[in-house]
């Protein structure tokens, strides 16, 4: 293995560790998104959904789940709760009728708009003095990252 960490040395510092910042920079952000979308009267799962159903796009509960990581009994109550807001609705797909998709409704998608902003604000003070190089080599670094662990 060629890093500069030495993971045999007992006395490695935490700040050394890649997996130490990977985990507290997704925690805070997971925590300052949820007070920012309390203001818009939703929750980090709620997000998720949101932004996986873009504009006019039908998803199936099995892909929600799987573009959220959710668990597919999770994703399926939560798009339930959704729902019965009136801030998505469901039916059958049109190529299979077995399979149920979601969508937002209206009101979804002003929701989701309202969110997007405030993640816009975040993802602003977060990457404020990065440059879009940076951003771009950190973005290639995590996903390298995630797919090594797959």
């Known amino acids: 293995m060629n890093t500069d960490v030495d993971l045999a040395d007992d006395d490695v510092q935490k700040a050394n560790w890649p997996f130490h910042w990977i985990t507290q920079t ?57 729902q019965a807001q009136g801030l998505i609705e469901t039916g059958p797909r049109e190529s299979d009728a077995r399979v149920t998709e ?6 979804g998608h002003t929701l989701r708009r309202e969110a997007r ?7 602003t003070r977060a990457f404020e003095g990065m440059s879009r190089e940076e951003q771009l080599v950190l973005n290639m670094l995590l996903e390298r990252v995630f797919h090594k662990l797959a």
């Not at 949101?50 to 573009?67: A, H, N």
């Not at 979601?102 to 009101?107: D, F, I």
């Not at 902003?117 to 993802?123: G, K, T």
């Open 26 to 82: 997704s925690n805070r952000y997971i925590q300052v998104m949820e007070g920012r979308l309390k203001e818009v009267g939703i929750d980090p799962t709620y997000w998720r959904v949101m932004m996986s159903l873009d504009e006019d796009q039908r998803l199936s509960i099995s892909e929600i789940s799987s573009l959220c990581l959710l668990k597919p009994n999770t994703a399926t109550k939560i798009v339930q709760r959704m």
């Open 102 to 107: 979601a969508m937002l409704t209206e009101r």
């Open 117 to 123: 902003a405030v993640a816009d604000d975040v993802f």
